[in-house]
C-alpha cells in the first residue's frame, strides 16, 4: 500500500505541475509584460518594438509597455533581460549584433549571452549600406574598389559602430585594399562628412541612410547584407560585387526571453509574433522602416545567432576592433 501510495502521490504531483503550466500558458498574460529596449525612445529600433509590442498587446488581450534601457551598447538592457525571473513577463527587443556581437566586443560581460537569454524568433533585418557624396564621381562598388586601390592609405572612411566598421574592413579585406579609418561618434556626423566631403566614404543603418540618400546628401551604392533590401533593390550587396559575406553580422532584430521561460509562453510569442510579420500591414512598416522581413522558425532564428556568435568572432580579429 505504502509503494502503491508513493507512486500515486508521484503521479498527482506530475500532473499539478502539469496543469499549472498548462493554466499558465493559457493565462497569459495577466498582468503588464516589460519589453526591454537598449535604445532610445523614438528611434528606428524602438518604432518597430513598440509596433511588435502593440500587436502582440492586441493578439494576447493583454498589455505590454517599452521599457528603454539605454547605455552600455544594449549591455544594460541584456542584463536587465537575463536577470528577471522567467515567467514570461520581461521580454527583449534586440538584434543579433546586441546579442552575439557584444559577445565578442567587450571583455566583461554582464551575463552570459549563450545561457542567460534565449532568441524567441526574429522578424526583420537592418543591414548597413555604403554611402559616398552625392556629387561623388563614384557610381558602383567597383568604382570604390579601384579609387581606394589607386588613392591607397589616403583614402578615408568614418563610422561610429561596430557593425559599420567590421563591414567595411571586411569588405577591404576582401578586395585587398587598404583605408584610413576616422572615428566619429554619432553615424549622423560621419555621413555629414560624407556630404562635405571631408571623408571618401561610410557605412550607415539603412534607416539613416535612406533618409538621407532620400534628401539628396549621400548616395548609396552598396549593401552590407547576403540580399538585397525590398526597400533599395536596386543597391546591389557586397557579396554579389565583391564576394564579401557579411550576413552574419548585419542586424537580426527578434524577440528574447530570459532562460528558463517556460516552454508553451515562448511557443506562443513565437507563433503570434510570426503571424504579425507575415501580414501585408507589417511588411510594408517594416520595408517602409528600411528593414527586410524576415519570417522563419524558432530554431533557424537560434541557428542565426549561431552562426552570428562565430561571424562576430571573426570579423573582430579581421576588422582588428579593440575589445572593450
Not at 104 to 127: A, Q, Y
Amino acid at each position: 500500500m505504502t509503494e502503491r501510495f508513493s507512486r500515486l502521490m508521484l503521479a498527482a504531483a506530475a500532473a499539478a505541475t502539469l496543469f499549472a503550466a498548462t493554466a499558465q500558458a493559457q493565462q497569459y498574460p495577466d498582468r503588464v509584460v516589460k519589453m526591454q529596449v537598449g535604445f532610445p525612445a523614438g528611434g528606428g529600433a524602438d518604432i518597430i518594438a513598440r509596433w511588435y509590442s502593440d500587436k502582440l498587446a492586441k493578439a494576447l488581450n493583454g498589455n505590454f509597455i517599452v521599457e528603454n534601457r539605454v547605455g552600455a551598447s544594449g549591455n544594460l538592457a541584456l542584463d536587465a533581460t537575463a536577470k528577471a525571473k522567467p515567467d514570461g513577463y520581461t521580454l527583449m527587443f534586440a538584434s543579433t549584433v546586441t546579442t552575439a556581437g557584444n559577445a565578442s566586443l567587450f571583455k566583461d560581460m554582464p551575463m552570459d549571452v549563450r545561457k542567460d537569454i534565449v532568441p524567441i524568433i526574429g522578424f526583420g533585418e537592418t543591414p548597413f549600406v555604403l554611402a559616398v557624396a552625392p556629387d561623388s564621381p563614384i557610381n558602383t562598388i567597383a568604382e570604390l574598389t579601384a579609387f581606394i586601390k589607386q588613392k591607397g592609405e589616403k583614402t578615408t572612411y568614418g563610422s561610429a559602430t561596430s557593425s559599420a566598421l567590421a563591414s567595411t574592413e571586411l569588405y577591404l579585406a576582401k578586395v585587398g585594399a587598404k583605408a584610413t579609418y576616422v572615428s566619429y561618434k554619432a553615424t549622423a556626423a560621419a555621413i555629414a562628412d560624407v556630404t562635405a566631403k571631408q571623408i571618401d566614404f561610410a557605412f550607415a543603418d539603412v534607416v539613416f541612410a535612406t533618409g538621407q540618400a532620400k534628401q539628396g546628401r549621400i548616395k548609396l551604392i552598396g549593401n552590407a547584407s547576403d540580399s538585397r533590401s525590398p526597400s533599395l533593390p536596386d543597391v546591389p550587396t557586397l557579396k554579389e560585387t565583391t564576394g564579401a559575406t557579411t550576413g552574419d553580422i548585419v542586424a537580426l532584430w527578434g524577440i528574447w526571453a530570459p532562460a528558463g521561460t517556460p516552454q508553451d509562453i515562448i511557443d506562443k510569442i513565437a507563433k503570434l509574433t510570426n503571424e504579425i510579420t507575415k501580414s501585408e500591414e507589417t511588411q510594408k512598416f517594416l520595408i517602409s522602416q528600411g528593414a527586410t522581413p524576415y519570417v522563419a522558425t524558432p530554431a533557424e532564428y537560434k541557428n542565426k545567432f549561431e552562426l552570428a556568435l562565430k561571424a562576430w568572432a571573426e570579423a573582430v580579429k579581421v576588422a582588428k576592433i579593440e575589445v572593450q
